[in-house]
Antibody
Framework: QVQLQESGPGLVKPSETLSLTCTVS????????WSWIRQPAGKGLEWIGR???????NYNPSLKSRVTMSVVTSNNQFSLKLSSVTAADTAVYYC???????????????WGPGTLVTVSS | SYELTQPPSVSVSPGQTARITCSGD??????AYWYQQKSGQAPVLVIY???KRPSGIPERFSGSSSGTMATLTLSGAQVEDEADYYC???????????FGGGTKLTVL
């Protein structure tokens, strides 16, 4: 059973870059797609982006200009960087594993527990 | 942009059938997925590809899709099913993946 765990600073200053890492255990990071999703307190879920390898990433257009994802296969980790953050980026950030189903559709079958990131000075 | 629309809340008594809808323009050609999120927890997949149930999900959970609307049905809802439910799908291009706004299911 694959397990995911997010890690990174819980507090980021406005205009700085949010950086999170997801460590995958119980399975290889290779041959799967991996996503980041976030959820502001009391609000709904927002898909941030998806990565297969550092050369194959797909980002939410609303965040694309500020998002970078990468994979470190040797460490079984993938990461998220979100630049120029504001208070609106305060949220619980989840990492998740994507499965590719029928007709190439993606869906999440495993999630990390989530980590709260607060943007504040 | 692309949106999936869900009712904010649905309420049923224990043992009744709860139906949660999700509407989106691309749903006639794209699959719908459903996630259950209990308070303070990560979401859990309960239905994938419109109507398939992952292993470990009770049979009372079922899904269907017709035209621009997908529906999650809980037949004989139980108190333990109280949670927020989110539909998830993609736009016609397949590049933007979105969640619906979520539906709070109350069973009491």
């Amino acid at each position: 059973q694959v397990q995911l765990q997010e890690s990174g600073p819980g507090l980021v200053k406005p205009s700085e870059t949010l950086s999170l890492t997801c460590t995958v255990s119980g399975g290889s990071i290779s041959s799967y797609y991996w996503s980041w999703i976030r959820q502001p307190a009391g609000k709904g879920l927002e898909w941030i982006g998806r990565i297969y390898s550092s050369a194959r990433a797909n980002y939410n257009p609303s965040l694309k200009s500020r998002v970078t994802m990468s994979v470190v296969t040797s460490n079984n980790q993938f990461s998220l960087k979100l630049s120029s953050v504001t208070a609106a980026d305060t949220a619980v950030y989840y990492c998740a594993r994507d499965l590719v189903g029928t007709a190439g559709a993606y869906y999440f079958d495993s999630w990390g527990p989530g980590t709260l990131v607060t943007v504040s000075s | 942009s692309y949106e999936l629309t869900q009712p904010p809340s649905v309420s049923v008594s224990p043992g009744q059938t709860a139906r949660i809808t999700c509407s989106g323009d691309a749903l006639p050609k794209k699959f719908a997925y459903w996630y259950q999120q209990k308070s303070g927890q990560a979401p859990v997949l309960v239905i994938y590809e419109d109507n398939k149930r992952p292993s470990g999900i009770p049979e009372r959970f079922s899904g269907s899709s017709s035209g621009t609307m997908a529906t999650l049905t809980l037949s004989g809802a139980q108190v333990e099913d109280e949670a927020d439910y989110y539909c998830y799908s993609t736009d016609s291009s397949g590049n933007l993946w979105v969640f619906g706004g979520g539906t709070k299911l109350t069973v009491l």
